[in-house]
């Protein structure tokens, strides 16, 4: 195992128990004078790469978990031979805040990141703060092709097997968490929030990944409550309550040259309240690049008062004006919308927008009950898509 592997499991095991402190970055809900420095080479650690230091760590982490105040387990250099470990708590919970200066970060998009990490295990219901209000007004990406990103709360890069579990996050500058070319990722139990007008609050973006679970999240925030972005396979997505944000979306995709097609997308059971959008897949016209999503089933989803619940719109722009003189070259196929239910606070709760270049092809809806709650009948929008219809279908289908 390397070090640095080693070290940010540790630190971040750590991290969310009991209150690290970790330069400006400070986790405790008191503030506290009491700062205790937990060092596994005082607990017998030899970093020699041949003794073994499991129990150094163990013993260390018993040390640390149990303190009062604020805590810092340290793992200094050096190359430490360990067998299975389990870090155990309960400790006191931790609550990490970052610094809103945003010249802090420097060049960096992102305020917390674990790379290139197998089989790391976070949990500890510990919660980050973004402190994103500070941040916000910053952020011009709404308005600008070319905008700098604000830091990201926490990025999963090149990570295999890895699991987080009862997390809170708060009010991130810009995404809540990234998960990048990641392996065989679960996320259980997440809790996200920030105001339904935080620019670019995505709850969790995927992209480049495969084999992704998330699972029973409650996300509230100002932007898609779960992207799946360029690049993704297998990904489950299920027990989501969502709400406020932008919805649960495929996309945007076709924005950049070579992107990696999505394929093999399951969205179930899942709970949308208020939001501007529903289920909704989004590509980008002028898209540089051909690339396609397919074999994707929505299913079993409850819609409460949602703008568009079911939307697919190739003409994506967020911008005030957008110059489209070439539509999308994403091809969007096989996707399954499957007992979909509920009320649409907008007339049209069906918009299938579909590019004239490649029509949607292979859509089916079956069993789809949306009704709008403005009190007249709602209604279907279609262009450029070839579907299939069955069970019971309101808004009726397109002509």
């Known amino acids: 195992m390397k070090l640095f592997l080693l070290l940010l499991c540790l630190f971040f095991f750590f991290f969310f128990s009991s209150g690290v402190v970790a330069g400006d970055r400070k986790m405790g809900s008191h503030r506290s004078s009491s700062r205790s420095t937990f060092n596994v080479k005082s607990f017998g650690a030899r970093a020699n790469g041949r003794s073994d230091d499991s129990k150094a760590f163990l013993n260390a982490w018993a040390a640390a978990c149990g303190s009062d105040g604020s805590t810092k387990l340290i793992v200094p250099k050096g190359t430490y031979l360990v067998g299975l470990m389990k870090f155990r708590g309960p400790c006191k919970n931790g609550y990490l805040k970052a610094v809103e200066d945003l010249s802090r970060y420097g060049s960096s998009d992102n305020w917390i990141e674990f790379r290139e990490i197998n089989r790391l295990t976070i949990t500890g219901g510990g919660t980050l703060d ?3 209000a500070a941040a916000w007004p910053y952020n011009k990406c709404p308005k600008n092709f070319h905008c700098k990103v604000l830091p990201t709360s926490v990025k999963f890069v090149r ?3 890895t699991v987080v579990r009862g997390l809170t996050s708060l009010n ?4 809540h968490f990234a998960v990048l070319q990641c392996v065989n990722f679960r996320a259980i139990g997440i809790r996200i929030s920030a105001p339904k007008d935080s620019p670019n609050t995505d709850g969790i973006h995927i992209e480049r990944s495969s084999g992704v679970t998330i699972s029973q999240a409650t996300i509230g925030t100002g932007d898609d409550c779960i ?3 360029q690049g993704n396979s297998h990904i489950t997505i299920h027990g989501i309550t969502c709400g406020p944000g932008h919805g649960i979306s495929v996309g ?3 924005r950049y040259p070579n992107e990696g097609d999505v394929k093999g997308l399951v969205v179930k059971d899942c709970t949308l309240t208020g ?3 529903g289920l909704r897949i989004k590509t980008w016209a002028n898209s540089p690049g051909a690339s396609s999503a397919r074999n994707m089933t929505f299913e079993d989803i409850v819609m409460n008062n949602v703008a568009n619940p079911i939307i ?6 967020p911008y005030a004006s957008c110059s489209s003189t070439t539509p999308s070259r994403v091809r969007l196929s096989d996707i399954k919308f499957k007992n979909v239910r509920g009320t649409s606070s907008t007339p049209v709760a069906v918009s299938l927008d579909c590019s004239p270049g490649v029509p949607c092809r292979n859509v089916h809806l079956n069993d789809v009950h949306l009704d709008f709650s403005g009190g007249s009948p709602a209604k279907s929008a279609c262009d450029n898509i070839h579907a299939s219809y069955s069970g019971t279908q309101i808004p009726p289908p397109c002509a």
Do not use: P, V
């Open 227 to 229: 992207s799946i972005g």
């Open 172 to 175: 991130s500058k810009f995404f």
């Open 159 to 161: 990570m295999t097997h």
């Open 275 to 277: 939001t501007a959008n």
């Open 252 to 254: 945007s995709l076709g």
């Open 130 to 132: 973004g402190q994103g």
């Open 312 to 317: 697919i719109d190739q003409t994506y722009c």
